[in-house]
């Protein structure tokens, strides 16, 4: 299993960016896939989910109508779009599979002017 996350960056506060997570390894159509994010000096925090099929997506309150989650299981992809970004979601963003054993590298984001 290898997920390997990209996009991450630099962005001002009310910015955009969009993350990727290339999936390989393994069936990625028919898992539900995760996006969990670390803070400075935080523990792990859930962001948004996605079921295997794309139909039902979920999101942590602070992030509902800022953060879209979405998948292309003929690329194998996962990806997370950021609007209206803030300081608060400065952190290094994981991608997940379900079951929480198997993670990305994690791609920094950092909120700022």
């Known amino acids: 299993v290898q997920l390997v996350e990209s996009g991450g960056g630099l962005v001002q506060p009310g910015g955009s960016l969009r993350l990727s997570c290339a999936a390989s390894g393994f069936t990625f159509s028919t898992y539900w896939m995760y996006w969990v994010r670390q803070a400075p000096g935080k523990g792990l925090e859930w962001v948004s989910s996605i079921t295997a099929a794309g139909d039902s997506i979920y999101y942590q309150d602070s992030v509902k109508g800022r953060f879209t989650i979405s998948r292309d299981n003929h690329k194998n992809t996962l990806y997370l779009q950021m609007d209206k970004m803030n300081s608060e979601d400065t952190a290094l963003y994981f991608c997940?599979?379900?079951?929480?054993?198997?993670w990305g590298q994690g791609t920094q984001v950092t909120v700022s002017s």
């Open positions: 997940v599979r379900d079951g929480y054993k198997d």
